[in-house]
């Protein structure tokens, strides 16, 4: 009975090693070989827009947040279309007019979002 999850326990242990692996081991050889010069250019923030070594509680604009759920809401919306386009002939017309339906009130979104100025970078 216990030979049956046999299998089950091998792909466990497998894809712990296949996904360990690489962390410890580019871990150590990255201390080992690795040259650590740290200067003014690699410590300066990156894409996120405020130093990153300073106080944790440290106050900061919440356009980055509005940026990041913009991109997710819309990244979703390409993710619904992928499955869509492929079953679009199985669906027929039904399924054409929901996701018009659907797009539409993503446009109306969008376009609610551009009027009021939440992509705008200064």
């Not at 580019?26 to 923030?45: M, W």
């Not at 017309?93 to 969008?110: E, Q, R």
């Amino acid at each position: 009975m216990l030979a049956n999850y046999f299998p089950i326990l091998l792909f466990i242990l497998v894809g712990a090693v296949v996904g360990l692996a690489p962390i410890i081991l580019g871990g150590a050889v990255g201390r080992l070989l690795g040259v650590h010069r740290p200067n003014s250019e690699k410590l300066s923030p990156y894409e996120c827009g405020f130093e990153a070594f300073e106080d944790a509680r440290m106050r900061f604009d919440v356009r980055y947040y509005l940026v990041a759920i913009l991109f997710i809401l819309f990244d979703l919306e390409i993710a619904f279309l992928f499955p869509w386009a492929i079953v679009l002939r199985e669906i027929g017309a039904f399924g054409f007019w929901a996701m018009v339906v659907f797009l539409g009130i993503l446009v109306v979104g969008f376009a609610y979002e551009w009027k009021k100025g939440a992509l705008e970078w200064e």
